[in-house]
């Protein structure tokens, strides 16, 4: 990784400029985000992993994307309206970002290139069913699609990443967030 992930310009959902230095020392979980994905309900498990672990350093990170057959279309207000609105989000929002598509951001270039592969539930079939659709990104590293969870160490190290349908009480994510915080 040539930049650290905490150097890297990041825009918050409002427009304001900052980087991950905010956070460090923490465990960071960052999620690329949509309100209209069939995963939309994993923002209540996000909000509720958010609430029960913040105490003890995990910081999670939304990145609204519409990268995955526009499944994001809302503005900066609407994303934050719906987050607050429907899910009572108050973790940290940044802005829309690209994920698989050109310019890919740096911060997802980084988490891509530390962590090229995903964990995946034993029984998924998500692979098979973006396959069938034709939305299987271009590269097996791609992120697969919304809600993919990257775990990064209180070091700055992307350490684990999670398949879409990982989902935010699964005892293998779960487990991975109590490791890193331990």
């Not at 994303?79 to 940290?92: H, K, L, N």
């Not at 079939?125 to 659709?133: G, I, P, Q, S, V």
Request: glycine share 4%; proline share 8%; charged share 20%.
């Amino acid at each position: 990784m040539n930049t650290p992930l905490y150097d890297i310009p990041l825009k918050r959902l409002d427009g304001s400029p900052t980087t991950l230095a905010e956070f460090q020392g923490q465990v960071l979980l960052i999620v690329n985000l949509a309100s209209k994905c069939g995963f939309t309900p994993q923002y209540a498990g996000l909000e509720s992993l958010f609430e029960k672990f913040r105490e003890r350093g995990l910081q999670v990170l939304g990145f609204p994307c519409n990268d995955f057959a526009a499944q994001e279309p809302g503005s900066a207000e609407e994303i934050q309206s719906f987050c607050t609105a429907s899910y009572g989000v108050r973790f940290p929002l940044f802005e829309k970002t690209q994920i698989n598509s050109e310019p890919r951001h740096p911060l997802y270039a980084a988490l891509i290139a530390a962590q090229p592969a995903s964990v995946a539930p034993a029984n998924s079939d998500l692979r098979e069913k973006l396959a069938e659709y034709k939305l299987l990104p271009l590269h097996d590293s791609d992120v697969l699609w919304n809600f993919e969870k990257f775990l990064v160490h209180r070091n700055g190290q992307a350490i684990q990443r999670f398949a879409p349908d990982v989902t935010p009480d699964d005892p293998i994510l779960l487990a991975a967030i109590e490791a890193a915080l331990n």
